[in-house]
């Protein structure tokens, strides 16, 4: 199981001793959640300060947009060459354009799904994508709960993976703990973003670990 910390639980006002704390801690990707205010009701960081994450995370970014306009956000961070761009299908008419865009920019592109969207609605764009997100919480906020029919869409996703492309990865995003991870791993799961269960931990590295 790969392992992505959310930066939205880290202590903000030493961000950059968090961010290195988590690539020291052995984390496989730095997960960062932007929000506009729009897509979702909360506001988080912008250019200036993904800027500063990029220059001291020693491990690589995995961008996670909520925002309205995703392409003008693909411009904003595509200069920081990020593992991932993950958007949300609920909010883009043209996904497979913006699939595109991402690709030639040398970026792996990824599809998030809200708890209520279901994996069949992206079944045609499988073949073109790296990941797909599961949104286990409503997005916009860390440290809620989980929302456990994830773990059945997980599956749902997995066998549809399968038929079209076994090299796209699942990512499950909200409320992962060491409580629903091993559900998660036999439903298919091979990345897990996690906020508030590691940086609510008095020890990252075995935070992460656990998850591992
Ligand atoms: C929610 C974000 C998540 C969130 C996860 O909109 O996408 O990445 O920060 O935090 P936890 O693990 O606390 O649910
Ligand atoms: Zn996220």
Known sequence: ???????????????????????????????????????VPN????????DAVAKVATKPLDIHLMVENNSFFVDLFSHLKPEYISFHIEQEKHPH????????LDIKPAIVLNPHSRPEDIEYLLQDLDMVLLMSVNPGFGGQKFISTVVE???????????????????????VNNQNITALKE??????????????SDNYKEAIESLK
């Open 1 to 39: 199981m790969l392992v992505a910390p959310s930066i939205l639980s880290a202590d903000f006002g030493k961000l950059n001793d968090e961010i290195i704390a988590i690539c020291e801690a052995g984390c496989d990707l730095v997960h960062v959640d932007v929000m506009d205010g729009h897509f």
């Open 43 to 50: 506001l988080t960081i912008g250019p200036v300060v993904v």
């Open 97 to 104: 354009r913006l699939i595109q865009k991402i690709r030639s």
């Open 153 to 175: 869409k997980t599956k749902k996703l997995k066998s549809l993976i399968n038929q079209h492309n076994p090299d796209c990865l699942i990512e499950i995003d909200g409320g």
């Open 187 to 200: 439903a298919g799961a091979n990345i897990v973003v996690a906020g508030s269960y590691v940086y609510g």
